[in-house]
């Protein structure tokens, strides 16, 4: 596996750090983003009472919105402005009141304007709760301009 070089990982952790800033969604959802490298980002939430749907589980939006953000992140890595153009969600198991949900997003295919990246959703038990797919375009800026 190829290490990010020091200059990538550096500008990778400062265009996250100044993403995070600024996204108050993740946030207000107790999202951490807790490892982020070209290409490459994990975020935890820890699920609340107030997040429960009507069946006593984690609602699916909920799971499908830590996804996103850590496809976000990953996609963002390379301090290029990048939004999602699609996102597809496969719920595979329920997630309940308490469960941490880690979202390990990586980066399959990335062209000049276009990126596919994958998200695994896992419970803290290692157990998978979900796949998400995403389709990134690229628009005009940085994210940051501290390098």
């Known amino acids: 596996m190829n290490k990010p070089s020091t200059g990538a990982q550096l500008l990778a ?6 993403l995070f800033e600024r996204d108050q969604a993740s946030q207000v959802l107790g999202m951490r983003l807790v490892e982020v490298r070209p290409g490459y980002a994990r975020m935890v939430m820890r699920v609340r009472a107030d997040m429960m ?3 006593a589980t984690c609602h699916g939006g909920l799971i499908f919105a830590l996804a996103d953000s850590a496809f976000a992140f990953s996609c963002n890595s390379h301090n290029e402005s990048t939004v999602a153009a699609a996102a597809s969600i496969d719920f595979l198991a329920s997630a309940s009141a308490g ?5 390990v997003a990586t980066e399959l295919w990335r062209s000049q304007r276009n990126g596919i990246y994958e998200v695994t959703v896992t419970n803290q038990r290692g157990e998978r709760i979900a796949l998400f797919r995403g389709r990134s375009y690229r628009i005009d800026g940085q994210v940051t301009s501290v390098k």
């Open 53 to 55: 749907n009507g069946h």
């Open 13 to 18: 952790e400062r265009a996250a750090q100044a």
């Open 99 to 103: 469960d941490e949900l880690s979202a």
